[in-house]
C-alpha cells in the first residue's frame, strides 16, 4: 500500500517584482511529516509557508492539498502598512516620546512670548515637569538610541519601503 502525499508542490515560483524569491520547488509531504524551512533572510520561507497556507497566490507553479486536508497558517511576520518605509514604523514606536520633546520645544518657545510673571512661571513650572519626564527616560539621545538600535538589529535602510522586506525584515522593524 503507498501512502498519499498529503501536500504536492510542483514547479513552484514565486516573483516579487522582477525579483526571483522561489524557484521552481518541488516538495511533498507524507502524512504526519514534520518539516523545517531554513534559509537566509529574504530567501522565501515565510513565503513558501503563505503559498502552502493559500495565503499567497500570486505565484506560478501547481501547490496540492490533498482532499480533505485543511491547513492552518498563523503569520508570523507583523502587519506593518506596506506603503510605510521603515523609518515611518520606527517613528510610530515613538510618537509619545516625540510629543514630549515637542511639548518641551513649544514652552521654549512660548519662554520667548511677552508674559505677566504668573504666566511666566506657570511656564517654566511645566518646562521643568517636561524636562525630569525627558531626563527619566533619557529622551535628549533618542534619535542616537534609535540609530544604535537599527544598526544592533540590522534593519533595512530608513527609507526602504515595507512592502519589499523579507519576513524576518519585517519582524525586526516591528
Not at 538589529?153 to 519589499?164: F, G, N, Y
Amino acid at each position: 500500500m503507498s501512502a498519499q502525499y498529503i501536500m504536492t508542490i510542483e514547479h513552484l515560483t514565486r516573483l516579487y517584482d522582477e525579483k526571483e524569491v522561489l524557484s521552481d520547488i518541488w516538495l511533498a509531504f507524507y502524512p504526519g511529516a514534520k518539516i523545517g524551512v531554513l534559509g537566509n533572510n529574504g530567501s522565501g520561507k515565510s513565503t513558501l509557508l503563505r503559498i502552502m497556507a493559500g495565503e499567497d497566490k500570486d505565484f506560478m507553479g501547481v501547490v496540492r492539498p490533498a482532499k480533505g486536508i485543511r491547513i492552518g497558517y498563523f503569520p508570523q511576520e507583523p502587519r506593518l502598512d506596506p506603503e510605510k518605509t521603515v523609518g515611518e514604523c520606527i517613528e510610530e514606536a515613538v510618537v509619545e516620546s516625540r510629543r514630549v520633546l515637542d511639548r518641551f520645544n513649544e514652552l521654549s518657545m512660548k519662554l520667548c512670548e511677552d508674559l505677566t510673571p504668573e504666566q511666566m512661571e506657570e511656564v517654566l513650572d511645566e518646562q521643568a515637569k517636561v524636562q525630569d519626564q525627558i531626563d527619566l527616560q533619557n529622551l535628549w539621545e533618542l534619535d542616537r538610541t534609535l540609530e544604535i538600535a537599527a544598526d544592533a538589529m540590522l534593519l533595512p535602510a530608513a527609507d526602504q519601503k515595507v512592502a519589499v522586506l523579507s519576513g524576518g525584515e519585517k519582524r525586526r522593524v516591528a
